[in-house]
């Protein structure tokens, strides 16, 4: 037996915050998740070029603006309903594409939302 030679490093990309919850009467709301991309162990340097973000035609209810910082990308999505009800956003996903090195890598940040809930009763016993 002899060793082979050594494979390549595999990509992974990961994101912060892959999930969140909006409170639909809570007004503007601002949540964040950042994207990091490795090769092997190593950070990779990512700018907003490296991005694209999928379709937010849920009644363009969100804002998504991205930023970097140290080559890790945040994104900042932010919605402004306030609606006590009806469920105007519901749940859904938003597909982030990441275009690196001739790769393209999607990630999905999916979210839902509630609708407060009526105060229960107090009973005492």
Do not use: C, W
């Not at 609606?83 to 393209?104: E, F, K, M």
């Amino acid at each position: 037996m002899r060793d082979g030679t050594d494979g390549k490093s595999a990509y992974t990309v990961v994101l912060s915050n892959e999930n969140d919850t909006f409170i639909q009467e809570g007004g503007r709301q601002e949540k964040t998740t950042t994207i990091a991309l490795y090769k092997g162990t190593a950070l990779q340097t990512l700018s907003t070029n490296n991005i694209t973000i999928g379709d937010n035609s849920t009644n363009n209810l969100f804002t998504i603006t991205p930023s970097v910082t140290n080559g890790i990308i945040t994104l900042t999505i932010v919605n402004s309903v306030n609606d006590t009800t009806t469920n105007v956003i519901a749940n859904g996903s938003i597909p982030i594409t990441i275009t690196y090195d001739n790769l393209t890598f999607t990630k999905q940040f999916s979210y839902t939302s509630i609708i407060h809930g009526t105060n229960g009763i107090t009973y005492t016993i």
